[in-house]
């Protein structure tokens, strides 16, 4: 009878250790992108991991000619005028974030950036699931 445990715990432990490897991600460069425009501008997210961990991230949103919104002056004035906060500061908070917490899960939006924000967190969850997989062609997220 002990051996039969003895069998099963082997078992069990190979079992889970094969499946919590394939959860690691795996080293190179993974990108998301929203699949349509939202008020003219796409917005996407490349993460760079090293070792299981993401270490660089980059994300924005850009226009049909591929213009950086986080460049564009005029609208980070309106934008802070009416919301409090602009892309150039809610994408550097949001990669922040991703980076301390290694999980999008626990990433809060930041207000005047929600929508920004839901959609950020979507692509998050996008990039880590390709970087489990090891698939670095860019993925499009509805």
């Known amino acids: 009878m002990k051996k039969y445990i003895c069998l099963i715990l082997l078992l069990l432990s190979v079992f889970l250790g094969g499946c919590s490897s394939s959860n690691k991600m795996k080293d190179g460069f993974y990108t998301a992108e929203m699949s349509d425009f939202s008020n003219g501008w796409k917005e996407y997210l490349c993460i760079m991991v090293k070792d299981?961990?993401?270490v660089y991230a980059e994300?924005?949103?850009?226009?049909?000619?591929?213009?950086?919104?986080?460049?564009?002056?005029?609208?980070?004035?309106?934008?802070?005028?009416?919301?409090?906060?602009?892309?150039n500061?809610?994408?550097?908070?949001?990669?922040?974030?991703?980076?301390?917490?290694?999980?999008?899960?626990?990433?809060?939006?930041?207000?005047?950036?929600?929508?920004s924000g839901n959609?950020?967190?979507k692509l998050?969850?996008?990039?880590?699931?390709q970087a489990k997989k090891g698939k670095p062609d860019t993925i499009v997220v509805e």
């Open 52 to 54: 299981d961990t993401i």
């Open 59 to 87: 994300f924005n949103a850009k226009d049909s000619s591929g213009y950086i919104k986080a460049w564009d002056n005029a609208y980070m004035e309106k934008m802070n005028a009416s919301q409090g906060t602009y892309p």
């Open 89 to 115: 500061e809610y994408t550097r908070s949001y990669v922040s974030k991703l980076i301390d917490a290694q999980t999008s899960g626990s990433i809060d939006t930041v207000t005047g950036a929600t929508s």
């Open 119 to 121: 959609n950020f967190r």
């Open 124 to 129: 998050s969850e996008a990039v880590i699931s």
